[in-house]
């Protein structure tokens, strides 16, 4: 039987973890490195390390702090931020990741998702996607150039550079989904805007919407602070989950969280 995987997330901006509500507001949560490895000891599955302002600043992600906590991490790691162009991915596997992820540029060109995958393989390459509800009334505004999903009343759209632009009904969300999987994607880190950082919980239509087109490993993020839901999660679909604020404010340890998932039954990794 697979198991659930529970991975903490590290937004990084200035070579400090920082955590916001709906990627805004943000405040510092500590080293990344220390935290890592907190976290490892904890019994986390994964980690994941997003540099949330490279996009904005126009530039690579920052790879010391990617080097920085491979030094002492023993558990798979993906890195996202700045993803621009492959060699960018390349620089950070060079570095110790395990899994890029690629979310703005990939959305400007969707063959980087096909380059990626040819390059480094499918295991390697994930597409973040930050969704936004779009209300019956949204008109939104299309910053895509290509692969326009067309997007239905109560549809999510893509945002992209950290939250700052919304797609509109020219990109929805769950059509963009399918399509990153038909060009190579292994693994898809699905965000909601409306619900991070907010504590309300994972956006379960989301994940049941994309689940149902994409047959590769949905990681749902965004909205959690209970262990409740994170077993919500799960049952509508989610491989894994992603959570930050429940971990770095210290109200929960990965190990208390894994262990009582187990107890109502889904399929952990206990040490």
């Not at 903490?8 to 490195?33: E, I, M, N, S, T």
């Not at 692969?147 to 992209?160: F, K, L, Q």
């Not at 799960?234 to 998932?261: C, M, P, W, Y």
């Amino acid at each position: 039987m697979l198991t659930h995987r529970v991975i903490p997330c590290l937004d990084v901006k200035g070579g400090r973890v920082v955590k916001g509500v709906r990627f805004q507001g943000l405040r510092d949560a500590g080293d990344p490195v220390e935290r890592a490895l907190a976290y490892q000891q904890q019994g986390a599955d994964e980690i994941v390390v997003l540099d949330v302002s490279a996009t904005v600043e126009a530039r690579s992600h920052q790879t010391e702090v990617i080097a920085g906590i491979r030094a002492g991490l023993m558990l798979p790691l993906t890195a996202g931020g700045g993803v621009r162009v492959a060699d960018d991915a390349a620089r950070l596997l060079e570095h110790g990741a395990d899994k890029v992820a690629v979310n703005t540029a990939a959305v400007a060109r969707p063959e980087l998702i096909d380059e990626l995958a040819a390059r480094f393989g499918s295991q390697c390459t994930v597409v973040s996607i930050d969704a936004r509800f779009l209300h019956e009334d949204t008109t939104g505004a299309s910053g895509c150039a290509s692969g326009a999903g067309a997007g239905a009343p109560g549809d999510w759209e893509v945002v992209v550079r950290a939250g700052r632009e919304g797609l509109g009904r020219a990109r929805s969300a769950v059509a963009w989904a399918h399509e990153v999987v038909e060009r190579g994607a292994g693994e898809i880190l699905l965000t909601s805007w409306d619900r991070d950082g907010t504590g309300v919980g994972y956006d379960l239509d989301l994940i049941r919407a994309v689940s149902a087109v994409a047959d590769v490993p949905i990681i749902a993020s965004g909205g959690a602070r209970e262990v409740s839901h994170l077993a919500e999660a799960f049952e509508a679909g989610a491989d894994a989950v992603l959570a930050a604020t429940i971990f770095h404010d210290d109200e929960r340890t990965v190990s208390e969280i894994k262990q009582r998932l187990a107890e109502q039954g889904f399929a952990m990794r206990l040490e």
